[in-house]
């Protein structure tokens, strides 16, 4: 089965300054997508980036970006001029490729994110 | 294109009896997915459903269940309810895969949950 490891329950970061959130995952896939979700209070999922292990390059998504390290298992969200309005709680999730993983995605337990105006 | 949206929003029940939540798909998607969110055991799948068919389940009891209507709208069950249901639970929905080798590709979006609370 798969695990998804985040070891930083909270992290904090002064607005405009850039900070990044770890993740580790267990797999014995060799094909799968990695997704970074963000849970505002509203408590909805929003999507803000995704990673398929058969690219090397890392995925980026405006102020958003991913080191993906496969052999290290480590998929790391850094988040770059931080902005009031990403705190939230950081979930970062594995989904198989293959068609028996179907759309089940395992998450991690969550980073607390908090902006410092 | 509306969102995911999930009914009812709030629920207040007590242990033993039961509950049914409603998800409406984005139009167009067929996959539905279900997921139990609690401070505790975190996000936790439950099961997922294509075409009307469950495809995968988490590990629930059998007192979660699940189904999917042909038009896509799925809904969970849980019977004979349990303090430790009390949770948020969200679905989330996908477009079927696009035509190409690969599977499971398509991004799941999610709703904006139903939080049960068992008294």
């Known amino acids: 089965a798969q695990t998804v490891t985040q070891s930083q329950p909270e992290m904090s970061v002064q607005e405009a300054e850039t900070v990044t959130l770890s993740c580790t995952y267990d797999?014995?896939?060799?094909?799968?997508?990695l997704f970074w979700y963000k849970q505002p209070p509203s408590r909805q999922m929003i999507l803000v980036i995704r990673q398929e292990a058969y690219k090397q390059q890392n995925a980026t998504e405006n102020r958003f970006s991913v080191n993906f390290q496969k052999a290290a298992k480590s998929f790391s969200l850094k988040i770059s001029d931080s902005q009031l309005g990403d705190a939230a709680m950081y979930f970062c999730a594995y989904r198989s490729a293959y068609i028996m993983g179907a759309q089940k995605l395992v998450f991690g337990q969550g980073t607390r994110l908090t902006i410092n105006p | 294109k509306a969102g995911v949206t999930q009914t009812p929003r709030y629920l207040i029940k007590t242990r033993g009896q039961q509950v049914t939540l409603s998800c409406s798909p984005i139009s167009g998607h067929r996959s539905v997915s279900w997921y139990q969110q609690t401070p505790g055991q975190g996000l936790q799948f439950l099961f997922e459903y294509f075409s009307e068919t469950q495809r995968n389940k988490g590990n629930f009891p059998g007192r979660f269940s699940g189904r999917q209507f042909s038009n896509s709208r799925s809904e969970m069950n849980v019977s004979t309810l349990e303090l430790g249901d009390s949770a948020l639970y969200l679905c989330?929905?996908?477009?079927?895969?696009?035509?190409?080798?690969?599977?499971?590709?398509?991004?799941?979006?999610f709703g904006p949950g139903t939080r049960l609370l068992v008294l």
């Open positions: 989330a929905s996908s477009p079927p895969d696009r035509d190409s080798p690969r599977v499971n590709q398509e991004t799941q979006y």
């Open positions: 797999t014995s896939e060799s094909d799968y997508y």
